[in-house]
């Protein structure tokens, strides 16, 4: 019933510290063996930072051919998963863990994701993630349940179960001690609202593109302005929302001002501007018609 190879280390949650425990409710726990076994989150289950638990819904269905979903009240196409075999897995599970955290439910319909949450899920010890199959899930067990319902953007996959893991590997990178270096997640695109600055290794020249000069110099101010105005550049090109929201100090306003000033002589921000729009809007027939 629950994964022997996802053990937790105990089932005390006051006791976990920088420990975080996710149990996953899902139809398919065959479907999270390669991207849990691998590399960084492979290592951070090892090292006991992190357990993830699958849970088999399909288990804690008391009918005979343990099904679990059903026809919608109502009427109308596809089948709805039902509440009760869900009510009862989280039943055993908060005998189990002594209490149920974050009830995380991975849906198209639900909060788009971003590193803000991930970051907030990753201070929680114990998160339950919930992914949906078929039309969705029963309403009572969004009512009851369900703290937070979360979307990795605004496309339909054919279950939860590719969400959950993207969450759980974004929550996992964040847990003290789980990356190798503990400036590379602080440094990483959106950590400070801003999109990530350009890297370069060897060799000095490749194909005749050059590593940028002041990257060889050893001058630590001059590479860190150069990466600042490069990730403000960066954000500006691709995701200029995003400085509305990001901590800006006066140097960066300068360096901004002065990229739209020069933008502005080649008429590219406008080029943004309609390229950001393609983005918003998407094209029209691809947008989604029917979020759970
Ligand atoms: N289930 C199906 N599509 C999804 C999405 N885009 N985000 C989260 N859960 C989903």
Redesign the pocket.
């Known amino acids: 019933m629950f994964n022997s190879n996802f053990e937790p280390r105990t089932s005390n949650l006051e006791l976990w510290g920088d420990f975080v425990q996710i149990d996953v409710f899902t139809l398919f726990p065959e479907m999270f063996s390669g991207p849990f076994d691998t590399s960084i989150i492979k290592k951070a289950r090892e090292k006991r930072l992190l357990s993830v638990d699958l849970i088999n819904i399909r288990d804690f269905s008391r009918n005979k051919h343990h099904t679990v979903d059903d026809t919608p009240y109502g009427g109308g196409a596809g089948m709805v998963m039902g509440a009760d075999a869900i009510f009862e897995a989280a039943d055993r599970l908060r005998d189990r863990r002594g209490g149920i955290g974050r009830f995380v439910y991975?849906?198209?319909a639900?909060v788009p994701?971003h590193q803000g949450m991930v970051r907030d899920f990753s201070s929680e010890s114990h998160l339950v993630i919930l992914?949906?199959h078929y039309e969705g899930v029963d309403q009572r067990v969004r009512d009851r349940l369900v703290t937070d319902e979360?979307?990795?953007?605004?496309?339909?996959?054919?279950?939860?179960e590719?969400?959950?893991m993207v969450l759980v590997d974004a929550v996992a990178r964040l847990i003290p001690g789980v990356l190798g270096e503990a400036a590379s997640a602080e440094e990483d695109s959106f950590s400070d609202g801003l999109l990530e600055y350009p890297h370069y290794t060897r060799p000095r020249v490749y194909r005749g593109m050059e590593v940028p000069e002041v990257l060889l110099n050893g001058h630590h101010e001059q590479i860190r302005l150069w990466r600042r105005r490069q990730s403000l550049l960066q954000t500006l090109a691709s995701r200029p929302e995003l400085l509305a929201g990001a901590p800006l100090a006066d140097e960066d306003r300068v360096i901004l001002k002065q990229a739209v000033i020069d933008l502005e002589k080649l008429g590219l921000p406008e080029e943004i501007g309609k390229k950001q729009k393609r983005r918003k809007e998407g094209n029209p027939e691809s947008r989604?018609q029917n979020?759970?």
């Open positions: 991975m849906s198209p639900g994701l992914c949906g979360v979307s990795i953007g605004d496309y339909v996959l054919t279950g939860g590719l969400p959950a989604i979020p759970e």
